[in-house]
């Protein structure tokens, strides 16, 4: 059974940057695609980034060139750079491992929140 275990988030001001960090356990991580999603009060969970197993990157329009996911398959880990952050960036978020067909299918984690307010 995989575990996804969500960190690094934190209050930042607007401008300011933040680095999450997804561990995953088990051993199948490297085979298969990763996504970050967040969820704001009030909003349904929405896909911010993924990342294939062999590295190819999307991102949703609202975070292009702000946003940069990595993953580091040595290690279990994906990662979500967020720089220039916005107050609309307040959420939880939260990692998952991705299908075939782009969905999601491990059990969620805890999430970590990330709040950009001045």
């Known amino acids: 059974q995989v575990q996804l275990v969500e960190s690094g988030g934190g209050l930042v001001q607007p401008g300011g940057s933040l680095r999450l960090s997804c561990a995953a356990s088990?051993?199948?991580?490297?085979?298969?695609?990763m996504g970050w999603y967040r969820q704001a009060p009030g909003k349904q969970r929405e896909l911010v980034a993924t990342?294939?197993?062999?590295?190819?990157?999307t991102y949703v329009d609202s975070v292009k060139g702000r946003f940069t996911i990595s993953r580091d398959n040595a290690k279990n880990t994906v990662y979500l750079q967020m720089n220039s952050l916005k107050p609309e960036d307040t959420a939880v978020y939260y990692c998952?491992?991705?299908?075939?067909?782009?969905?999601?299918?491990?059990?969620w984690g805890q999430g970590t929140q990330v709040s950009v307010s001045s």
């Open positions: 998952n491992l991705r299908n075939i067909f782009g969905i999601a299918f491990g059990p």
């Open positions: 990342i294939s197993s062999g590295g190819s990157t």
């Open positions: 088990g051993s199948i991580f490297s085979t298969y695609a």
